[in-house]
């Protein structure tokens, strides 16, 4: 069964820093592997989707990797802005005959002005 | 217009009572899924539909029951809810490659649920 970890849970940062969320896998044959975004009570915004055969997604200030034999993928955020306080979720689409994607818990960002 | 819909967004409702949340999506797509979320918790399956014959289970379906009544609407039924039900629900629709695996999953705004 895949198994989806996020390091670290929480992180509180001063506006300006680059960051970068950690996002494990136990299962390297997976198809994708997607970030989203959560505002508190909100639903998941799909951020960045890199497919198996590539190896970084970029869209503005966010970078996303993907290390399939190693099963890491990391999200890099630059210039860090209070805005981008959110969670950040990543998910690993396996190759199972159902396609269905596997969450993990999730990093909690602050952003401090 | 948002393109995944659910309603209601917020109830309350007593241990026992059915409760049905309902989901719409405007995008197209074959594929929907329901999800529950706990608090620092990553998001579980429920059920999950890949078209409107076609229903499966998730990781927690039990205590729970879907309808497809169409290819753009899907609902979750909780037959006698129970207070550990209390969570955000999440449906989300997602539209396979030509040949492939499914791509994005795009989600609803979500329904906060209480079961008191």
């Known amino acids: 069964k895949q198994e989806v970890t996020q390091i670290p849970a929480a992180l509180s940062v001063p506006e300006g820093e680059n960051l970068v969320l950690n996002c494990s896998f136990t299962?390297?044959?997976?198809?994708?592997l997607q970030w989203f975004r959560q505002d508190p009570g909100k639903g998941l915004t799909s951020l960045l989707l890199i497919q198996s055969s590539q190896r970084e997604q970029t869209s503005g200030r966010l970078n996303a990797s993907l290390d399939k034999s190693s099963g890491r993928s990391t999200l890099y955020i630059a210039a860090s802005q209070p805005g981008d306080s959110a969670t950040y979720l990543c998910a690993a689409g396996g190759w199972g005959g159902s396609y269905i994607p596997t969450f993990g818990r999730g990093t909690s960002l602050i952003v401090h002005p | 217009d948002a393109d995944v819909t659910q309603t209601p967004r917020n109830r309350i409702t007593k241990t026992g009572k059915r409760i049905m949340l309902e989901c719409s999506q405007t995008?197209?797509?074959?594929?929907m899924y329901w999800y529950r979320q706990d608090p620092g918790l990553g998001l579980q399956l429920i059920y999950y539909s890949f078209d409107v014959k076609d229903i499966n289970k998730g990781e927690i379906s039990d205590g729970y029951s879907v309808s497809r009544q169409a290819q753009a609407k899907f609902s979750l039924s909780l037959e006698s809810a129970i207070p550990n039900q209390t969570a955000l629900y999440f449906c989300?629709?997602?539209?396979?490659?030509?040949?492939?695996?499914?791509?994005?999953?795009?989600f609803g705004p979500g329904t906060r649920l209480t079961v008191l």
């Open positions: 989300a629709t997602s539209d396979p490659t030509t040949g492939g695996p499914p791509d994005t999953q795009y």
């Open positions: 299962d390297s044959a997976i198809y994708n």
């Open positions: 995008k197209g797509h074959d594929r």
